[in-house]
């Protein structure tokens, strides 16, 4: 076997290193502020996600003009959510974890059985 075929330790399945904490700009600027959104949407802001949906199932055509509250109330949780630093660290150590054991397996996550 070639140095080219042997398995590398730090490269299992050809995925990149999965102890590399390095980003690249489209995992910065998008698929860790994804993570951010849907945690913030889900977690930290539901009422007001809540809220703003019943309004626009209620006023159908009208919402722009009668939901500007509940939008202005969703706006400002998720815009709280997104300037927090911590929880940006978090929602990047989430993508870190994630990505390493993408790397680590070679399954995505959504085909991945978690053990509990």
């Not at 994804?34 to 309004?55: G, L, N, P, Q, W």
């Not at 400002?76 to 974890?97: G, M, P, S, V």
């Not at 790397?103 to 509990?116: A, L």
Request: hydrophobic share 30%.
């Amino acid at each position: 076997m070639s140095l080219e075929q042997q398995p590398n330790p730090r490269n299992p399945h050809g995925l990149g290193d999965p102890s590399d904490t390095s980003l690249r700009n489209v995992e910065r600027e998008v698929l860790i502020p994804k993570i951010m959104r849907d945690r913030a949407r889900a977690e930290f802001c539901s009422k007001e996600v809540a809220d703003f949906e019943e309004c626009c199932k209620a006023s159908s055509v009208f919402m722009v003009a009668t939901c500007r509250k509940q939008n202005s109330a969703l706006r400002d949780c998720l815009t709280h959510w997104y300037q927090n630093e911590a929880f940006k660290e978090e929602c990047r150590a989430i993508y870190l974890q994630e990505r390493s054991e993408y790397r680590s397996t070679g399954i995505p996550k959504k085909h991945r059985v978690e053990k509990i």
